[in-house]
């Protein structure tokens, strides 16, 4: 996916040990000299083939071609995430205002024997 990361690793078992690049669609240009070749945050203009090459005094080998193809995000999958980010949102706004609606309405007591009750409690407080 685009923006995400790709490590790249070469390994050979070289003896003397092996020194690394990496070359892209078979191009003479060395992107990488390091065993592993990390994509961080990668672009559209990243994807292609990715060869390796190991050598040391007594020869090289290059590696058959690993492929890198970078996608984007669908916009129906980042639109329905959205919907449902915005539909939350409202759920949650709803219930706080019936909560705060709830929190400022008066107690009614109908029953006077209630209300009595409530007035003998404040009068002895």
């Not at 892209?24 to 390796?52: A, E, R, T």
Request: hydrophobic share 35%; net charge positive.
């Amino acid at each position: 996916m685009k923006g995400s990361s790709v490590t790249l690793t070469c390994s050979s078992d070289a003896n003397p040990a092996a020194n690394y690049s990496w070359r892209k669609n078979n191009n003479h240009s060395v992107v990488s000299k390091d065993q592993q070749f990390v994509l961080s945050s990668i672009l559209s203009s990243d994807s292609g083939q990715y060869y390796c090459t190991a050598q040391n005094e007594l020869g090289e080998k290059t590696s058959g071609p690993v492929s890198v193809q970078v996608t984007c995000q669908s916009m129906s999958s980042i639109t329905s995430r959205l919907a449902l980010l915005i539909l939350i949102s409202m759920l949650v706004q709803i219930t706080t205002l019936r909560t705060m609606k709830a929190m400022k309405k008066p107690t009614k007591l109908s029953d006077p024997e209630e209300m009595m009750e409530m007035r003998n409690v404040i009068e002895i407080t």
